[in-house]
């Protein structure tokens, strides 16, 4: 199994444009927070309620990368995809998040201009090298919605097993955030190095 990790900042190409991956910054934080925003009103609607969506989902977004770019923590790391034109994708995960299943891939988001066009995947590869370089030990796992089928089938290709499902908890602990009772679905990648094929 092939073990050559990404450089943490390279240009790669998506068709005829160049995306740059790098490591977030604290001067990341607004624009990291609008493209979250916009993919959760795009795929998370039926999960969350439409008053938070259509009201201050940008500001929440806003206030919660301001905070968590602008404080150093050696267990957690923030990899942007970039185009010429801007942010078109982000990747969050926390080392040690879980006893069994090992490092959480608490956030991929990529910008609806970008689907289908390896940003996601690449971010998964680059994300899996960075976690083999700090924790080689840990397994990845994340959640997604359950009504995300297409996210679902993304991570299923990437060789993610389904381990097991709960509950989607509420955003910011607001229960008035969600609408009903969504449920999520845990996939977990054992062996990382899986992943880094994608980088």
Do not use: K
């Not at 997604?144 to 290709?157: C, I, K, P, S, T």
Request: charged share 25%; with cysteine.
């Amino acid at each position: 199994m092939s073990d050559q990790r990404p450089p943490a900042e390279t240009l790669a190409s998506v068709g005829s444009a160049e995306v740059l991956y790098r490591h977030a910054r604290p001067s990341d934080a607004v624009e990291v927070a609008h493209l979250h925003a916009d993919s959760w009103r795009a795929h998370y609607r039926g999960a969350y309620s439409d008053a938070f969506l259509d009201g201050d989902v940008v500001d929440d977004r806003v206030a919660f990368w301001t905070r968590r770019l602008g404080s150093e923590d050696p267990d957690r790391f923030t990899l942007l995809a970039r185009s010429r034109d801007g942010l078109i994708g982000f990747a969050h995960t926390a080392l040690a998040a879980d006893p069994e299943w090992g490092a959480l891939l608490e956030n991929l988001h990529v910008a609806r201009c970008a689907h289908r066009r390896g940003v996601g995947r690449r971010l998964m590869g680059r994300t899996a090298g960075v976690l083999l370089e700090r924790s080689p030990s840990e397994g990845l796992h994340l959640w997604v919605l359950e009504q995300n089928r297409a996210a679902r089938a993304f991570y299923e290709a990437l060789g993610g097993s389904h381990v097991d499902s709960s509950a989607t908890p509420a955003p910011g602990g607001d229960p008035a955030r969600l609408a009903g009772t969504p449920m999520r679905r845990r996939y977990a990648w054992r062996d990382p190095r899986v992943l880094l094929a994608e980088s």
